[in-house]
Structures are given as C-alpha cells and as structure tokens.
C-alpha cells in the first residue's frame, strides 16, 4: 500500500496536470473559464426547454420579426424608412440607403429577440442570466453588418472613392500589429513619453521599497497648508492617470492650490513578486508612505485620496487606523472607488467561483496575471467601442485612432502578482468581506463604521469599472460627515475633468449620519446638477477641512531619483 507521503505526492503532481491544461486553455481564452460560460447556458437552455409558454413568445416575436422583413422586401416605399434607430453604429447616413437600411434594421430585430430570449426566463440564477444574455451580445456585435465591407456602406463608399487604397493601408495596419503581437516587439513611438510629454510635474522619489516609490512634488507656491496630500493610485494602473498633461494633471492642480503633494508609484510585479498579497499592499504600500510623511505618533495630519481600488485599499487602511487609534488622517478621499462589491457592475460578469479558480491555476505558472490576460474582460464589456469600431477604422477604413495622453497611459499597461490578485477577488468581490465587517488587517478584523475621518466620495456617471450606484453604497456603511458628488463622464475621464473642461457637470450633497437614508436613484431626482468642473469644489472641501496656508517647515527628504522615479518604468 502507498503512505502517506506517496499519496500527497502522487496528488499533488495530478493537480499541477489540472493547472497546466487551465493555464494552457487560459492563453486561448483570454484568462476567461470556459466552464463558467458552459454552466450558465447550461442553466438558461434547461429553464427554457421547460418553459413552453416563453417559447411561444418567442416563437411569435420571431414571426412577428420575419413578417416584418417580407413587408421590407415587398414594399419600395418602406426600403428607406429606417427611424428611431439609437445604435451609434448604424448613425452614418449611409446606412439610410437600400439595401443597407434593412440590414440594419434586420440585425436590430435579432438583437431584440436574443435579448428577449436570453432575459426574463424564470428560474435561471440571475448570474447565469447575465453572463448568457453578455455572451448572446457578444456574438451578435461580431456578426453586425457594420463589421463586413461588403455590408458596411461607408466603407464600400470609402473603397469607391479611394479605387481600394484604403484596404491597402488597412492590411498594412494588420500586418504592423500582427508583428508586434507575434514578437512583443515595443509598441510605436508616440508623441507622449512618459517623463518627457506626460507625467511631467517636478518632484523627486523620497522614498523606495521592494513595491512603491514614494514622490513628493516640488511645491508650486510659497505659502502651503500644514496638511499634506497623499495620493493612492490603483495598482492595475500606472499612477501618472492623474499627471498626464500638465493642463489635465490632477496632481499639478492640487500643488498649484497650494498643497504639498505626495503619490504612490507602484512597482509593476514579475514573477518574483508572487508571494506579495494584500497585506503587503497594505504594508508596504499605504501604511509605509504615511510613515514616510508623518512617522507614527507625530501630529501632522495628512489629507489621503485614493483612486479606483487605490480608493479601496485607503479605506481599508482607514479603517484600520481608526481600529487602533491612529488619527493622522485629517480626511479621506475616494475617486471612483468602491467598498461594497455586491453589485459591482458588468465585470462582476467575470468573477464567481468557477473565473477565480481558473485565474488562480493561470498565475500559478507565471506568478502573476498579465495585462493582456485583464484587458480581455475590460475590453468585451465595450466591445463595439474597443474592438468592433477600432477593426473598421483600422483595418476597413485605413484609419489610425490619433493618440493622445490618456490612450497613451492606457497602452502603457501593468501585471498583478497571483497572491494578491486571488486575495483581493475572493475577500472584496466572492464575499464582500469589506462592506460585511469581516475582512482583516494585521489579522484584526477592521469596520468601516470606525472611521470618524470626513469623507469626500466621487462617481462618474458613466462608469462601467466601479458604477456610481455602487459607489454610493458607502453612505450606509459609515457613520462619519460625507460628501458625495456625481460627476458626468466615465471611469477615467470623469475623475480628468480639470477646470475648463467642456460640457462638464456635476452634483453634490452633504449625507449627514442620522438623516434617513436616500436610495441612488432619490438622491439623483433630489440633487440638482451643476455646471464645471469638481475639482474646485473639492479644493475648497479640503481648504475647509486644512489649516491655514503658511511659511512651510524647512523639512530635508532624500533625492533618490527625479520624479517621475523608475518604478514607472517597469
């Protein structure tokens, strides 16, 4: 008989034969679990086998839809009636005309019936709704006339008056990123570069460890509040999102309001950091640049703002600071960033059970996830708008999308160590540990209800990362004086929306503990928008709550290197 030991071995080879064929699979799926997808149509096709009264619904919708297009066929007058059609693909006037009017109009009514067929069925988990009826889309947005020259009349006209010319610069495109992909070549030059042309506020890194740089900006006035600002960039971003140009750099603008500025560069990880997990983040990220800025048990009080999951990870460390009597945060900022994961938008489509396994079996054979293996989720979840409408221009239209800062620190990706990557799925999205009261630092459990700092919460209206109704949810789960503004825009540019920006507006309110609580959608018909800019408005939130402005204490910090520091780089 086998012992023990032989048994474990044995066992433990056959599971890393089970993470070898996942992360196999993973390379040809874009790190999405087939079996997540299987199980959910598995779900939707039983409920709707067995469900004969929404079959004949269907049944008359697509009757419905088929006498429709004969009436098309048969009828010249009606060929160019084409109203009340919203999809932006089908805008161009071209598509007016026959033939190419009905296919769209034709393709909208397939879209209608698999939305219809895919929604509303009774008993289907509504994860598994989800998902069927995201896949359904997904494979209609790739079957769309607009995507085929031969059924995309703007394209045929484009071809027309260019004599082809334009499918020759297409495939000349196709062939430049088919070689840069095959050989992981560099991406090409661009205008902007990162220290030259974006990220280019004066400042030095003041402090380095084995995950962040510290950089302190050079003041930008001779007279500062006492409070320091530290700025808590997302770790699957580059932290220069909030110093591109200097006419849109957040952290220009804050100096220039006299304020002293400090950011968080992270290190983008390698294989050597697989084992960092999210009490490192914690460690060596926010509680080692606080301790750089005001060492523990001095009384300088710093003004804290975290962006995205950064805004995630300063509420975590403010809630455990105020666990342990820590009061050197003078308030707290969180930009598009959520503490309540229980409805956390249309990348929730991506995370269950069945994604994070298969994630975590992926980065066992690397030691972190890539961005290419994360940009595969964001970019199905605006599909026509990152993929579809880029493949015609570039490769239909013979068109180059013109670069500009953001798209430029948007291709300047990074990676997640597998440690922390599965930690924060599991313990933030599977269970919500965070908005329940169970998640831990320093294997203490931390309440977000013991933060009695001030809180200045921002949402973009249009944010399919964190959407502002589940921002929102932070008005229920803290017990300290908290704004709450709604700015228009999405996940990047409304957080971008420097004065002057526009066709920019915004709504605020102060949400007092004790007052009856508002749902997203009263709160909405109650406030009242404003036009500009928020960042003024948040300027003067963080004046009201600063000292004021003075001659600043001769203090020396270290010169490690010239901002934008090294880590950046990586």
Not at 36 to 61: E, V
Not at 138 to 159: A, M
Not at 300 to 326: E, F, K, N, V
Request: hydrophobic share 40%; proline share 5%.
């Amino acid at each position: 008989m086998k012992d023990l030991a032989a048994e474990q071995n044995e066992a433990t080879e056959h599971a890393r034969v089970d993470v070898a064929v996942h992360s196999a699979i993973g390379q040809f799926t874009g790190g999405l679990s087939p079996s997540a997808l299987a199980t959910s149509c598995l779900d939707w096709w039983m409920h709707l086998a067995g469900s004969p009264a929404k079959q004949a619904d269907l049944t008359s919708l697509a009757l419905q839809n088929a006498a429709t297009m004969m009436m098309d066929l048969m009828t010249p007058a009606l060929r160019h009636q084409n109203e009340d059609i919203t999809d932006k693909r089908f805008r161009d006037v071209e598509w007016q005309t026959y033939p190419f009017s009905l296919y769209s109009k034709w393709f909208l009514m397939q879209q209608d019936w698999w939305q219809a067929a895919t929604t509303g069925l009774h008993g289907v988990e509504p994860e598994h709704e989800r998902i069927v009826s995201f896949a359904a889309r997904q494979v209609l947005d790739t079957l769309s006339p607009s995507n085929y020259p031969t059924t995309n009349p703007v394209v045929l006209k484009r071809t027309l008056e260019e004599r082809g010319a334009n499918i020759q610069r297409g495939f000349e495109n196709w062939i430049e990123d088919f070689n840069h992909i095959l050989s992981g070549a560099p991406k090409p030059q661009t205008d902007y570069i990162v220290g030259e042309s974006i990220a280019v506020t004066p400042g030095q890194v003041i402090y380095r460890n084995r995950l962040i740089e510290l950089i302190r900006y050079t003041p930008a006035t001779e007279k500062l509040h006492p409070e320091p600002i530290l700025i808590v960039p997302a770790w699957i971003m580059k932290y220069y999102i909030l110093d591109l140009s200097p006419q849109n750099s957040l952290i220009k603008y804050l100096c220039d309001q006299g304020y002293e500025v400090f950011a968080i560069s992270w290190k983008n990880p390698d294989q050597d950091d697989a084992d960092l997990g999210m009490q490192d983040y914690v460690d060596l990220g926010v509680r080692a640049a606080l301790d750089q800025i005001a060492p523990a048990g001095s009384d300088r009080r710093i003004h804290a703002a975290g962006y995205c999951l950064g805004g995630t990870l300063l509420s975590i460390m403010a809630a455990a600071m105020a666990r342990d009597g820590d009061d050197r945060l003078a308030t707290v900022t969180l930009m598009a960033s959520q503490v309540d994961f229980s409805e956390a938008g249309e990348l929730s489509l991506f995370i269950n059970e069945s994604q994070v396994s298969f994630l975590e079996d992926i980065m066992k054979t690397q030691g972190y996830l890539s961005a290419d293996q994360m940009s595969g989720a964001f970019q199905m979840l605006r599909s026509n708008d990152l993929i579809w409408s880029r493949l015609i221009r570039h490769y239909l239209l013979g068109e180059r999308t013109a670069m500009n800062d953001l798209m430029a620190w948007n291709a300047d990706t990074t990676r997640m160590p597998a440690k922390m990557h599965s930690q924060y799925l599991r313990s933030l999205f599977l269970r919500n540990a965070l908005a329940r009261g169970q998640y831990k630092v320093d294997r203490k459990t931390i309440a977000l209800t013991d933060i009695k700092t001030p809180v200045f919460s921002v949402a973009t209206e249009k944010d399919h990362v964190s959407p502002w109704k589940s921002v929102y949810k932070i008005s229920r789960l803290t017990d300290t004086e908290l704004t709450f503004l709604l700015t228009n825009g999405g996940h990047n540019g409304g957080i971008l929306s420097e004065p002057g920006h526009p066709h920019r507006h915004y709504r605020l309110s102060k949400l007092n503990h004790g007052q009856p609580h508002l749902t997203p959608e009263q709160w909405f018909d109650q406030t009242e928008p404003e036009n500009g800019s928020w960042w003024p408005v948040w300027t003067q939130w963080l004046d009201s709550h600063s000292s004021a402005a003075g001659i600043p204490d001769a203090r020396i910090y270290p010169n490690m290197a010239a901002a934008p520091g090294t880590y950046v780089f990586g």
